[in-house]
């Protein structure tokens, strides 16, 4: 389960329960200090990898790497609505939330309204539970493979409709390719009254 933490006054809470871990790569992640200790057992552990950049050493010159550090605790992905590839990397979510959303399960016209506010105001303490916040149930999408497991391409084949004729068209365009070989190969005869 993914939960966001959606910056304002007052912070306001949303989660996604089947997101892709791809999706969410590029969200800061804040760490849930100061919360109550059944938030962080309702949010469980996440590892956090942070990249050390390599760095030169000013005297011999050389450049020295350093191992990413990884750290596990339990996190909350930030939405900071001031920062544009977080706001665009939210869209993105929101996007594939909309398409891969069970139907049974209803979504607001914008995502984010549905979150619910950590306070009342900004002032006061946290009153939100875990089992008030909303969990959004994304399906994963059904690929179809073959019967050794590979990725099948989408294809779509579409026949001319006409008596005797054996055209056949594939691919993303195939609409448009019957559409236009129909009006070639078979055109309307009109007969004058």
Request: net charge negative; proline share 9%; charged share 30%.
């Amino acid at each position: 389960m993914h939960v966001f933490r959606l910056m304002g006054m007052p912070d306001k809470i949303i989660a996604f329960d089947g997101l892709p871990d791809e999706l969410v790569e590029g969200f800061e992640m804040l760490s849930a200090e100061g919360f109550p200790r059944h938030w962080k057992e309702w949010l469980g552990k996440r590892e956090r990898i942070i990249k050390v950049p390599p760095e030169r050493d000013p005297i011999t010159g050389q450049i020295r790497k350093y191992e990413p550090i990884v750290e596990q605790d339990n996190y909350f992905y930030v939405v900071d609505w001031m920062i544009r590839p977080v706001v665009e990397k939210w869209q993105a979510i929101c996007d594939y939330v909309r398409q891969n959303v069970s139907k049974d399960f209803r979504l607001a016209e914008r995502i984010e309204t549905m979150a619910k506010p950590l306070a009342p105001d900004k002032v006061s303490a946290i009153s939100l539970e875990p089992e008030d916040v909303v969990v959004i149930p994304v399906m994963k999408p059904v690929i179809p493979v073959d019967e050794h497991g590979h990725k099948l391409p989408k294809a779509e084949f579409l026949k001319c409709e006409f008596e005797g004729c054996n055209y056949e068209a594939d691919g993303p365009y195939a609409k448009n390719k019957i559409r236009m070989h129909n009006m070639r190969k078979h055109p309307k005869v009109e007969t004058k009254i």
